[in-house]
């Protein structure tokens, strides 16, 4: 009983609405149930000079579940209410065409609609009859007194290819508005036949910008598995591999297989066990539904669907819908401007054509309400009948134009422009004489067609071309599904891929409704975002996405989330503890502020005020016996270059600078190479005192010429030829070490040519090594007044200070290597001036009775004795 009455308010709904909706002349089908509207001959008609004809799908698939038992959904075949745009949409194309001075303005447009059929057996059932005239079937024949069959619309592909291979035959031209089909783009197959849909090209792009926008780099993909499909995986994943995205499952699922309920259970699982929170849907209307039939009965929380339109086409028949876990999806629909003509029609011009047949229209608003509801229809007397209209009418019919509707209000006026370009070519050749009127065909459109190009009302470029097509912009939409069954769509966002690359996407976060249990905007991530200061490192056998999070090496850093690896910072940059930012290397240098500068600083000068003392001493007791001893003139020598060595350490102190640098070593090699040369020729003084001195000596005289004091200037010079070598092939200049200690830019002195440098230090060595072998051979001559054996000594003081020193320098970066080397200086020069003069000012200053002739006359018989 309660079928009956459905099917008794639906057949109300549709006569009524064609009556006070169509003000063209209309010719009116009764069905006979509210299934029975698939098996009319014509739904409705209008004449016109041509006709379009429309095979539009009024009935849809719908979901109905008992609102007692939530897992009691089933699939059935019912009336589709939203698809009575379509209708509405044809006939304004039509009006308008018809009402425009400027188009086709000898001509009227009219039309044919006819339900689709979804039995195989009956699919060119109604395009015979429309081709044939007067609801009749008969192939090959036809019961027009003309010709006036103009093109066809259709549907989805699996009307339009057996259509089409029917019109093929006619060479009558065939637009489809359903979702586009790469099987249709074969020109070769299907050669009257065009897509107004644009081509999903840039559909992969906008999902996964979304999914960019919301950091969501672990996805779920449910598939059906299709030419078309597998084009878009094709283009999916490569998108996704250029953006860091990754599918967590890809399912690709064939119709058979979404039909098979036995997997449910099992694919649920896989759904649910999975660590994404993201699953994209794509397929047709008649997968989509399947899909959400087959999981419908699952309350599936925390996911978030993406899809593409064909999920608005579908119906859910559902009383207490808010509890569905395909609650408030993301669609992507293909944009197109705001057709206010049509709103315009359907609210405005509906009510005032009307207005006559109130009693009709209020109980017909009254039926459909009760039918939608399911409620107690005496609380409709509350409302005005204009307002219950106009609810009904945003509520039922949708009053914002769908994708298909777009796509038939684009191909009747494409229709119109060829045909109106028909006409004006014919006019423009030259008629012949006696001739009979040209017949015109449909076939004579398809050459103007394939290069139509113009603007519509709405201000959208149309091209038929599928080369010369723009690509396809798209709206986001959202579905919020209330209680008793009603829905409202919302546009959340926009994607446009002729904006900047970082200003495709548009989103309005404040209007996007999150399914059931997300309070807030969700993540969907394989593994957490690697903080700066870390970098990813893939795990063996996972996706790219899924990775472990390292730190980064010592002086490198990642100022970024998720970086694949970590950048050095400049060799004058340093890591910051964290590793997330580089900081400024500080400058050091052995300065004089420092502790360490100030100590060695001081300690040189009071070690070369020490040496200047002893020269004043040794000046002022130049007359006594151990003054003149071992050749006066040279101590005096010995002691200005160990004043100048403790002074050279200065130069390794403060900022260096080129002329430090150059001073630095050549300064400390010649000074120390005088005291060095006169160390031996003190040496060699003593050898020649007690080996040349004895009477009738034949070589006596190279005592009494001072010929060891030539020892100096040779030496000297050799040293100052090796320094002006260095200078010469590759002086010292100012360095920067910022690798030996972190933190820190080194400022040295680079020692250039190393060649030369070690040339002269080598020299050094040697003089150093032939003073002491010298001073040791001689270390047992008689010992009063003699400074044999304090010679050896300081040489041995002076060689151990200088081997030490080389592994400790070597050892050692920054200003404590520089420190290193002035203590050095300081230690040897030291030595000298310790080992031999010390002995000397002790007898000077606290013995004197030591240093006199008479002294040395009383001891030595004693020592002669023995």
């Given at each position: 009983m309660v079928r009956d009455m459905l099917d008794k308010l639906f057949k109300l709904f549709v006569n009524l609405t064609r009556l006070f909706t169509l003000q063209l002349p209309l010719v009116v089908s009764s069905p006979e149930d509210a299934r029975g509207i698939c098996r009319e001959k014509s739904v409705a008609h209008s004449r016109g000079d041509v006709v379009i004809a429309g095979f539009f799908p009024l009935y849809s698939w719908e979901l109905v579940s008992n609102i007692n038992d939530l897992a009691g959904q089933q699939q059935s075949f019912q009336t589709n209410s939203k698809k009575y745009q379509l209708l509405l949409t044809l006939v304004l194309a039509v009006e308008e065409i018809n009402k425009n001075h400027h188009l086709l303005p000898n001509m009227t447009l009219g039309f044919e609609i006819y339900s689709e059929h979804y039995k195989d057996t009956d699919m060119l059932e109604d395009p015979l009859i429309w081709l044939s005239g007067k609801n009749k079937n008969n192939p090959n024949y036809t019961c027009r007194r003309d010709n006036k069959a103009l093109a066809a619309l259709t549907g989805?592909?699996?009307?339009?290819?057996?259509?089409?291979?029917?019109?093929?035959?006619?060479?009558?031209?065939?637009?489809?508005?359903?979702?586009?089909?790469?099987?249709?783009?074969?020109?070769?197959?299907?050669?009257?036949?065009?897509?107004?849909?644009?081509?999903?090209?840039?559909?992969?792009?906008?999902?996964?910008?979304?999914?960019?926008?919301f950091r969501w780099t672990w996805v779920g993909l449910f598939i059906t598995e299709d030419d078309y499909s597998v084009w878009f995986l094709s283009e999916l994943t490569e998108e996704m591999g250029k953006n860091g995205i990754c599918l967590a499952f890809e399912n690709m699922i064939t119709y058979i297989a979404v039909s098979d309920f036995s997997n449910d259970l099992s694919m649920h699982r896989q759904l649910m066990e999975s660590s994404t929170n993201v699953i994209?849907?794509?397929?047709?209307?008649?997968?989509?539904?399947?899909?959400?039939?087959?999981?419908?009965?699952?309350?599936?929380?925390?996911?978030?669907?993406?899809?593409?339109?064909?999920?608005?086409?579908?119906?859910?028949?559902?009383?207490?819908?808010?509890?569905?876990?395909?609650?408030?999806?993301?669609?992507?629909?293909?944009?197109?401007?705001?057709?206010?003509?049509?709103?315009?029609?359907?609210?405005?011009?509906?009510?005032?054509?009307?207005?006559?047949?109130?009693?009709?229209?209020?109980?017909?608003?009254?039926?459909?309400?009760?039918?939608?509801?399911?409620?107690?229809?005496?609380?409709?007397?509350?409302?005005?009948?204009?307002?219950?209209?106009?609810?009904?009418?945003?509520?039922?019919?949708?009053?914002?134009?769908?994708?298909?509707?777009?796509?038939?209000?684009?191909?009747?006026?494409?229709?119109?422009?060829?045909?109106?370009?028909?006409?004006?070519?014919?006019?423009?050749?030259?008629?012949?004489?006696?001739?009979?009127?040209?017949?015109?065909?449909?076939?004579?459109?398809?050459?103007?067609?394939?290069?139509?190009?113009?603007?519509?009302?709405?201000?959208?470029?149309?091209?038929?071309?599928?080369?010369?097509?723009?690509?396809?912009?798209?709206?986001?939409?959202?579905?919020?599904?209330?209680?008793?069954?009603l829905g409202q769509r919302v546009k959340v966002g926009q994607f446009s891929p002729f904006r900047p690359h970082d200003q495709q996407l548009t989103l309005f976060e404040n209007l996007i409704e999150w399914p059931i249990g997300i309070t807030k905007t969700p993540q969907s991530v394989c593994s957490e975002s690697?903080?700066?200061?870390?970098?990813?490192?893939?795990?063996?056998?996972?996706?790219?996405?899924?990775?472990?999070?390292?730190?980064?090496?010592?002086?490198?850093?990642?100022?970024?989330?998720?970086?694949?690896?970590?950048?050095?910072?400049?060799?004058?940059?340093f890591a910051n503890t964290d590793r997330n930012h580089c900081l400024m290397k500080t400058e050091i240098f052995l300065a004089y502020e420092d502790a360490l500068g100030m100590t060695l600083a001081c300690t040189a000068l009071c070690c070369s005020a020490l040496t200047a003392v002893v020269l004043g001493v040794f000046i002022k007791h130049q007359d006594t016996p151990i003054v003149k001893a071992n050749n006066q003139a040279l101590s005096y020598i010995l002691l200005i270059s160990l004043i100048c060595c403790f002074l050279c350490s200065l130069l390794f102190l403060g900022h260096p600078n080129t002329a430090a640098c150059i001073l630095q070593h050549t300064t400390f090699a010649v000074v120390f190479t005088v005291a060095v040369s006169t160390v031996l020729a003190k040496t060699t003084t003593v050898v020649l005192a007690f080996t040349l001195t004895a009477p009738r000596r034949s070589k006596r005289q190279w005592l009494v010429s001072r010929a060891p004091n030539l020892i100096i200037p040779i030496c000297t010079l050799i040293q100052v030829t090796l320094c002006g070598l260095w200078l010469r092939i590759s002086p010292p200049f100012v360095d920067r070490d910022s690798h030996s200690e972190h933190g820190h830019v080194i400022i040295l002195c680079n020692m250039g040519s190393l060649t030369t440098f070690y040339c002269v230090l080598g020299y050094l060595g040697a003089l150093a090594m032939a003073s002491f072998t010298v001073a040791f051979l001689v270390r047992n001559l008689p010992d009063i007044f003699n400074e044999a054996k304090f010679l050896t000594f300081s040489m041995l003081v002076f060689c151990s200070v200088w081997l030490t020193f080389l592994p400790v320098y070597h050892s050692t970066k920054g200003k404590v290597m520089v420190a290193v080397e002035v203590f050095s200086i300081l230690a040897s020069s030291g030595g000298l001036l310790g080992c031999i003069f010390a002995p000397k000012c002790y007898i000077i200053l606290i013995r004197p009775e030591r240093n006199s002739l008479h002294s040395f006359r009383e001891r030595s018989p004693g020592r002669n004795q023995s």
């Open positions: 989805t592909s699996s009307t339009s290819v057996p259509i089409g291979t029917l019109l093929d035959l006619y060479k009558i031209p065939q637009f489809t508005f359903g979702s586009f089909d790469p099987l249709l783009s074969d020109k070769g197959k299907f050669n009257t036949i065009y897509q107004m849909a644009a081509k999903d090209s840039g559909l992969a792009l906008a999902m996964v910008s979304l999914m960019l926008y994209i849907i794509y397929g047709d209307s008649k997968f989509l539904l399947s899909f959400i039939l087959k999981f419908g009965h699952f309350l599936i929380t925390g996911k978030v669907w993406v899809m593409n339109s064909p999920y608005e086409d579908m119906i859910i028949g559902k009383r207490y819908f808010l509890i569905n876990s395909f609650h408030a999806p993301l669609i992507f629909s293909h944009h197109h401007r705001n057709t206010t003509g049509f709103t315009s029609f359907i609210l405005t011009d509906t009510l005032s054509k009307n207005s006559g047949v109130n009693f009709l229209s209020k109980s017909w608003i009254q039926s459909v309400y009760c039918l939608l509801i399911k409620s107690d229809c005496r609380d409709l007397g509350h409302c005005s009948y204009n307002a219950t209209l106009h609810w009904l009418l945003r509520h039922i019919f949708d009053v914002t134009m769908s994708d298909e509707s777009y796509n038939i209000y684009n191909a009747v006026y494409t229709l119109a422009h060829a045909l109106h370009q028909r006409f004006l070519h014919h006019m423009e050749e030259p008629p012949v004489h006696n001739a009979q009127p040209r017949v015109f065909l449909s076939s004579q459109l398809h050459p103007f067609l394939k290069k139509i190009q113009f603007t519509n009302p709405v201000g959208d470029q149309v091209v038929l071309n599928e080369e010369r097509k723009l690509q396809a912009e798209y709206d986001i939409m959202s579905f919020w599904n209330f209680p008793e069954g690697c903080r700066p200061g870390f970098r990813k490192a893939s795990l063996e056998g996972n996706a790219t996405c899924c990775f472990e999070c390292i730190p980064c090496p010592e002086n490198e850093i990642s100022n970024v989330t998720d970086m694949e690896q970590c950048m050095r910072c400049p060799d004058l940059q």
